[in-house]
Protein backbone atom coordinates (compact mmCIF):
# COMPACT_ATOMS: atom_id res chain seq x y z
CA UNK A 1 0.00 0.00 0.00
CA UNK A 2 1.44 3.09 -1.38
CA UNK A 3 1.70 6.40 0.95
CA UNK A 4 -1.00 9.31 0.93
CA UNK A 5 2.12 11.87 0.66
CA UNK A 6 4.00 10.52 -1.60
CA UNK A 7 4.63 12.59 -5.04
CA UNK A 8 4.97 10.70 -8.60
CA UNK A 9 8.56 12.56 -9.71
CA UNK A 10 7.14 12.65 -13.35
CA UNK A 11 4.14 15.37 -12.00
CA UNK A 12 6.63 17.63 -10.26
CA UNK A 13 7.60 21.23 -11.75
CA UNK A 14 11.25 22.42 -12.51
CA UNK A 15 13.51 22.41 -9.94
CA UNK A 16 14.54 26.08 -8.37
CA UNK A 17 17.76 27.49 -8.99
CA UNK A 18 20.13 27.05 -5.82
CA UNK A 19 20.29 30.47 -4.38
CA UNK A 20 23.93 32.28 -4.64
CA UNK A 21 26.27 32.25 -1.16
CA UNK A 22 26.94 35.83 -0.24
CA UNK A 23 30.65 35.81 0.70
CA UNK A 24 31.57 37.14 4.18
CA UNK A 25 32.07 40.98 4.84
CA UNK A 26 35.46 40.54 6.32
CA UNK A 27 36.26 38.44 3.06
CA UNK A 28 35.05 40.76 0.77
CA UNK A 29 37.18 43.32 2.36
CA UNK A 30 40.06 41.23 2.31
CA UNK A 31 39.32 40.98 -1.77
CA UNK A 32 39.47 44.50 -2.09
CA UNK A 33 42.57 45.72 0.38
CA UNK A 34 44.49 42.93 -1.97
CA UNK A 35 43.04 44.34 -5.02
CA UNK A 36 44.26 48.06 -3.73
CA UNK A 37 47.31 46.87 -2.53
CA UNK A 38 47.83 45.14 -6.40
CA UNK A 39 47.77 48.51 -8.46
CA UNK A 40 49.40 50.45 -6.00
CA UNK A 41 52.09 47.76 -6.76
CA UNK A 42 51.59 48.26 -10.72
CA UNK A 43 51.37 52.35 -10.09
CA UNK A 44 55.12 51.74 -8.43
CA UNK A 45 56.17 49.58 -10.86
CA UNK A 46 54.98 51.80 -14.09
CA UNK A 47 56.78 54.76 -12.46
CA UNK A 48 59.93 53.79 -11.95
CA UNK A 49 59.84 51.91 -15.67
CA UNK A 50 58.85 55.53 -16.91
CA UNK A 51 61.76 57.17 -14.56
CA UNK A 52 63.97 54.36 -15.83
CA UNK A 53 62.93 55.33 -19.56
CA UNK A 54 63.41 59.56 -19.27
CA UNK A 55 60.04 59.65 -19.35
CA UNK A 56 58.79 63.09 -17.87
CA UNK A 57 56.38 63.05 -15.33
CA UNK A 58 52.77 62.63 -15.42
CA UNK A 59 50.70 64.97 -13.87
CA UNK A 60 47.53 64.47 -12.93
CA UNK A 61 44.33 66.71 -14.38
CA UNK A 62 42.73 68.78 -11.55
CA UNK A 63 40.22 71.72 -11.45
CA UNK A 64 42.92 73.99 -10.60
CA UNK A 65 45.45 73.13 -13.56
CA UNK A 66 42.59 73.05 -16.01
CA UNK A 67 40.57 76.33 -15.03
CA UNK A 68 39.83 78.97 -17.23
CA UNK A 69 42.11 81.18 -18.40
CA UNK A 70 41.71 84.68 -16.61
CA UNK A 71 43.67 87.61 -18.32
CA UNK A 72 44.33 89.22 -15.00
CA UNK A 73 46.72 86.04 -13.90
CA UNK A 74 49.96 86.33 -14.45
CA UNK A 75 52.03 83.62 -15.54
CA UNK A 76 55.66 83.56 -15.39
CA UNK A 77 56.39 81.89 -19.23
CA UNK A 78 54.03 84.80 -20.56
CA UNK A 79 55.59 87.25 -23.50
CA UNK A 80 54.84 91.11 -21.41
CA UNK A 81 55.16 89.19 -17.91
CA UNK A 82 57.47 91.83 -17.10
CA UNK A 83 55.32 94.80 -18.15
CA UNK A 84 52.41 93.56 -16.34
CA UNK A 85 54.68 92.91 -13.07
CA UNK A 86 55.18 96.68 -13.65
CA UNK A 87 51.67 97.89 -14.82
CA UNK A 88 50.77 95.48 -11.81
CA UNK A 89 53.17 97.36 -8.77
CA UNK A 90 52.22 100.78 -10.15
CA UNK A 91 48.73 99.95 -9.58
CA UNK A 92 49.28 98.67 -6.13
CA UNK A 93 51.25 102.36 -5.68
CA UNK A 94 47.85 104.44 -5.67
CA UNK A 95 45.69 102.13 -4.85
CA UNK A 96 43.43 102.34 -1.35
CA UNK A 97 45.93 99.99 0.61
CA UNK A 98 49.19 101.87 -0.39
CA UNK A 99 50.09 103.90 2.31
CA UNK A 100 49.38 100.90 4.81
CA UNK A 101 52.06 98.96 2.64
CA UNK A 102 54.26 102.09 2.65
CA UNK A 103 54.38 101.63 6.13
CA UNK A 104 52.79 105.15 6.82
CA UNK A 105 50.64 104.00 9.37
CA UNK A 106 49.35 101.47 11.97
CA UNK A 107 46.24 99.91 11.51
CA UNK A 108 43.82 100.31 13.98
CA UNK A 109 40.91 97.66 13.76
CA UNK A 110 37.73 98.09 15.14
CA UNK A 111 35.28 95.23 15.95
CA UNK A 112 31.91 94.72 16.57
CA UNK A 113 28.32 93.27 16.65
CA UNK A 114 24.41 94.01 17.28
CA UNK A 115 23.98 94.93 21.19
CA UNK A 116 23.07 91.42 22.54
CA UNK A 117 24.62 89.06 20.32
CA UNK A 118 24.54 85.14 21.01
CA UNK A 119 27.44 83.48 22.94
CA UNK A 120 29.07 81.99 19.88
CA UNK A 121 29.07 85.30 18.11
CA UNK A 122 30.66 86.66 21.44
CA UNK A 123 33.19 83.91 21.21
CA UNK A 124 34.04 84.97 17.71
CA UNK A 125 34.80 88.28 18.19
CA UNK A 126 36.88 87.77 21.45
CA UNK A 127 39.29 85.66 19.79
CA UNK A 128 39.43 87.50 16.57
CA UNK A 129 40.59 90.67 19.19
CA UNK A 130 43.34 88.33 20.86
CA UNK A 131 44.56 87.46 16.86
CA UNK A 132 44.47 90.92 15.38
CA UNK A 133 46.92 93.09 16.86
CA UNK A 134 45.74 96.91 18.22
CA UNK A 135 42.05 95.26 17.74
CA UNK A 136 39.35 96.28 20.15
CA UNK A 137 35.57 94.97 19.91
CA UNK A 138 32.42 97.18 21.01
CA UNK A 139 28.69 96.51 20.76
CA UNK A 140 27.10 98.35 18.25
CA UNK A 141 23.78 98.43 19.90
CA UNK A 142 21.16 100.58 18.30
CA UNK A 143 23.34 102.29 15.43
CA UNK A 144 23.33 101.66 11.84
CA UNK A 145 26.14 99.91 9.86
CA UNK A 146 26.81 103.60 8.75
CA UNK A 147 26.39 105.42 11.90
CA UNK A 148 28.97 103.08 13.15
CA UNK A 149 31.31 103.65 10.40
CA UNK A 150 30.93 107.45 10.45
CA UNK A 151 32.24 106.93 14.61
CA UNK A 152 35.18 104.69 14.14
CA UNK A 153 36.50 107.44 11.24
CA UNK A 154 35.74 110.03 13.72
CA UNK A 155 37.68 107.91 16.52
CA UNK A 156 40.80 107.32 14.13
CA UNK A 157 40.72 103.76 13.18
CA UNK A 158 41.84 102.00 9.92
CA UNK A 159 39.42 99.34 9.64
CA UNK A 160 35.51 97.91 10.24
CA UNK A 161 35.05 93.88 11.29
CA UNK A 162 30.98 93.83 11.56
CA UNK A 163 30.02 90.15 12.38
CA UNK A 164 26.75 89.09 11.44
CA UNK A 165 24.92 86.21 13.22
CA UNK A 166 21.82 83.74 12.05
CA UNK A 167 20.58 80.43 13.60
CA UNK A 168 23.27 81.27 16.69
CA UNK A 169 26.05 81.05 14.39
CA UNK A 170 28.69 83.83 13.03
CA UNK A 171 27.39 83.53 9.28
CA UNK A 172 28.47 86.73 7.57
CA UNK A 173 31.93 89.32 8.29
CA UNK A 174 31.65 92.78 6.60
CA UNK A 175 35.36 94.38 6.19
CA UNK A 176 35.52 97.93 5.74
CA UNK A 177 38.84 99.55 5.04
CA UNK A 178 38.81 103.29 6.30
CA UNK A 179 37.77 106.18 5.75
CA UNK A 180 37.47 105.71 1.94
CA UNK A 181 36.90 102.11 1.52
CA UNK A 182 36.84 99.59 -0.26
CA UNK A 183 33.92 97.08 1.76
CA UNK A 184 34.19 93.69 1.41
CA UNK A 185 31.50 91.09 2.38
CA UNK A 186 32.08 87.77 3.04
CA UNK A 187 30.03 84.81 3.69
CA UNK A 188 31.50 82.89 6.62
CA UNK A 189 30.94 79.09 7.81
CA UNK A 190 32.27 76.09 8.98
CA UNK A 191 33.56 77.99 12.22
CA UNK A 192 35.73 75.59 15.13
CA UNK A 193 36.88 77.00 17.55
CA UNK A 194 39.67 76.50 19.83
CA UNK A 195 39.91 74.30 22.41
CA UNK A 196 41.19 75.45 26.19
CA UNK A 197 44.32 73.95 26.09
CA UNK A 198 44.98 75.96 22.17
CA UNK A 199 43.78 78.78 24.19
CA UNK A 200 46.19 78.46 26.75
CA UNK A 201 49.13 79.17 23.96
CA UNK A 202 47.99 82.32 22.63
CA UNK A 203 50.19 85.18 23.50
CA UNK A 204 49.98 88.55 22.56
CA UNK A 205 52.81 88.67 20.18
CA UNK A 206 51.99 89.96 16.69
CA UNK A 207 51.53 87.07 13.94
CA UNK A 208 53.14 86.66 10.90
CA UNK A 209 50.74 86.78 8.09
CA UNK A 210 50.74 84.64 4.77
CA UNK A 211 48.07 85.06 1.96
CA UNK A 212 48.83 82.77 -0.61
CA UNK A 213 47.26 81.40 -3.69
CA UNK A 214 45.02 85.30 -4.96
CA UNK A 215 46.18 85.17 -8.31
CA UNK A 216 43.79 87.09 -10.34
CA UNK A 217 43.63 91.20 -10.02
CA UNK A 218 40.19 90.45 -8.03
CA UNK A 219 42.02 87.98 -5.79
CA UNK A 220 44.81 89.78 -5.23
CA UNK A 221 42.99 93.07 -3.91
CA UNK A 222 41.60 90.76 -1.42
CA UNK A 223 44.72 89.11 -0.12
CA UNK A 224 45.98 93.42 0.37
CA UNK A 225 42.80 93.94 1.53
CA UNK A 226 43.02 90.94 4.49
CA UNK A 227 46.31 91.71 4.92
CA UNK A 228 46.17 95.18 5.57
CA UNK A 229 44.20 94.51 8.85
CA UNK A 230 47.74 93.62 10.71
CA UNK A 231 50.44 94.75 11.29
CA UNK A 232 52.96 94.99 9.06
CA UNK A 233 55.97 94.18 11.89
CA UNK A 234 55.65 90.79 13.12
CA UNK A 235 57.02 89.79 16.48
CA UNK A 236 59.06 86.48 15.60
CA UNK A 237 59.78 85.58 19.31
CA UNK A 238 55.97 84.85 19.78
CA UNK A 239 56.21 82.32 16.69
CA UNK A 240 52.96 83.14 15.56
CA UNK A 241 51.58 83.39 11.98
CA UNK A 242 48.11 83.23 10.14
CA UNK A 243 47.42 82.42 6.91
CA UNK A 244 44.95 82.68 4.28
CA UNK A 245 44.69 80.26 1.80
CA UNK A 246 42.46 80.65 -0.94
CA UNK A 247 41.35 77.28 -2.68
CA UNK A 248 38.44 77.43 -5.64
CA UNK A 249 37.38 80.94 -4.81
CA UNK A 250 36.84 79.81 -0.86
CA UNK A 251 39.70 81.39 1.75
CA UNK A 252 40.80 79.30 4.07
CA UNK A 253 41.84 81.26 7.96
CA UNK A 254 43.99 79.03 10.17
CA UNK A 255 46.26 80.03 13.14
CA UNK A 256 49.05 77.99 13.38
CA UNK A 257 52.20 78.66 16.26
CA UNK A 258 55.50 76.79 14.68
CA UNK A 259 59.39 75.46 16.50
CA UNK A 260 62.12 74.07 15.43
CA UNK A 261 63.24 70.77 16.55
CA UNK A 262 66.68 69.44 14.75
CA UNK A 263 66.33 72.03 12.21
CA UNK A 264 63.17 70.83 11.38
CA UNK A 265 60.01 72.72 11.74
CA UNK A 266 56.82 71.92 13.47
CA UNK A 267 53.22 73.22 13.19
CA UNK A 268 51.01 73.28 15.79
CA UNK A 269 47.36 74.80 15.47
CA UNK A 270 46.00 76.86 17.66
CA UNK A 271 42.68 78.03 16.12
CA UNK A 272 40.22 79.49 15.08
CA UNK A 273 39.56 77.57 11.98
CA UNK A 274 36.82 79.09 9.35
CA UNK A 275 35.95 79.63 5.84
CA UNK A 276 35.75 82.87 4.09
CA UNK A 277 33.24 83.50 0.79
CA UNK A 278 33.92 86.53 -1.08
CA UNK A 279 30.13 87.81 -1.97
CA UNK A 280 30.60 91.29 -3.44
CA UNK A 281 33.48 93.86 -3.42
CA UNK A 282 32.08 97.60 -3.42
CA UNK A 283 34.06 101.22 -3.92
CA UNK A 284 34.02 103.37 -1.26
CA UNK A 285 32.12 103.00 2.38
CA UNK A 286 29.14 100.75 3.15
CA UNK A 287 25.86 101.56 0.73
CA UNK A 288 23.99 98.39 -0.38
CA UNK A 289 21.62 100.60 -2.09
CA UNK A 290 23.59 103.16 -4.10
CA UNK A 291 27.11 101.57 -3.93
CA UNK A 292 29.24 101.00 -7.13
CA UNK A 293 30.57 97.37 -6.89
CA UNK A 294 34.01 95.95 -8.44
CA UNK A 295 32.60 92.64 -8.13
CA UNK A 296 29.52 91.06 -6.91
CA UNK A 297 27.90 87.59 -6.99
CA UNK A 298 24.54 88.09 -7.68
CA UNK A 299 23.10 84.81 -8.74
CA UNK A 300 24.13 81.28 -7.36
CA UNK A 301 27.73 79.84 -8.54
CA UNK A 302 26.08 77.51 -10.78
CA UNK A 303 23.91 80.27 -12.82
CA UNK A 304 27.13 83.27 -12.85
CA UNK A 305 29.36 80.38 -14.08
CA UNK A 306 30.31 79.21 -17.48
CA UNK A 307 31.95 76.00 -16.34
CA UNK A 308 33.05 74.87 -12.94
CA UNK A 309 36.46 75.47 -13.35
CA UNK A 310 36.05 79.45 -13.92
CA UNK A 311 37.85 81.07 -10.21
CA UNK A 312 37.46 85.02 -9.47
CA UNK A 313 40.26 84.62 -7.27
Given amino acids: ??????????????????????????????????????????????RKLRKASGDPKQVPRTIENTREPDST??????????????????????DEFADYYSNLYKPK??????????????????????IVPNSVRIFRRDASVKETIQAA?????????????DRNEPNGLILVHLPDGPTAYFRLSNVI????????????????VITTNFTTGLGKTVARMLGAVFHQDAEFKGRHVVTMHNQRDYIFFRHHRY?????????????????????????????????EYRWIMTDKRHKIETSRRRFFL
Fill in 193 to 208: FPNKRQRKEFTDHRPE
Fill in 153 to 165: INKGYTDLIIINE
Fill in 1 to 46: MEPENEVDESQAGPELPKLARKKPKGLLRQEKLRDLKNKKKIQKRD
Fill in 73 to 94: VLHSDDEDYDQKTQDLAAEFEH
Fill in 259 to 291: KFLKNKPYLRELGPKFTLRLQYLQEGLYDPKCG
Fill in 109 to 130: VLITYKEKPLRKVREFGKILTE
